[in-house]
């Protein structure tokens, strides 16, 4: 099986990093930007903010309606156009989009985050790499991302949110996303 890097070598400029929640997509995503000198595309950035996860999705981030998947395609058109893409920035203490970036064309990009793999986005990428990670590893990341991230000190409610609607969210939307997967890779 070819490494990341000899693909790149062959022509790969998008690179999805797909899986749920703690399973590794953001360390193997700045692992293959420092060694590639790729741009990370943060799906994060494309949430369609508070007011309309609040209104339409009974708060649930979880949900891949959460995220603006066709405005990620539609940037994803723009680089491989050779035009600058404007990408939102979003602020996740105000859950709002705080304004816009270019996003210049040339080079390798990594697009990161819990629905890289769907099926809109998947067809519009190079190379897909979907990260499977136990459910316990999953949870234990979380909780340690809560605490240090956002302050949350109470493994108690990040227990009970990743419970009643992470880890359904993941088995419904997520997991099924492997399907679209070049390469998987087990972290934990």
Known sequence: MK???????EGVRF?????????????????????????????DDYYKGKDYVESRLNGNY????????GLIVEN?????????????????????????EDVKPGGVFIINGLFALSDE????????VYIQASRATMLARRIERDRNEKRRLVADDTRRYFDEVVWPMHQKYVEPTRANADIIVTNG
């Open 15 to 43: 690179i999805g990093i797909g899986g749920g929640t703690g399973s590794g997509k953001t360390y193997l995503a700045n692992g293959l930007s420092a060694s590639l000198g790729a741009r990370v595309i943060e799906m």
């Open 62 to 69: 979880d949900e891949p309606g959460a995220i603006d998947i």
């Open 121 to 128: 986005l998947a067809k519009a990428l190079d190379l897909k």
């Open 76 to 100: 994803i058109k723009q680089l491989k156009s050779g035009r600058t893409a404007r990408k939102p920035v979003y602020d996740m203490k105000t859950s709002s989009r705080s304004g816009y």
């Open 3 to 9: 490494t990341i890097a000899e693909r790149v070598g």
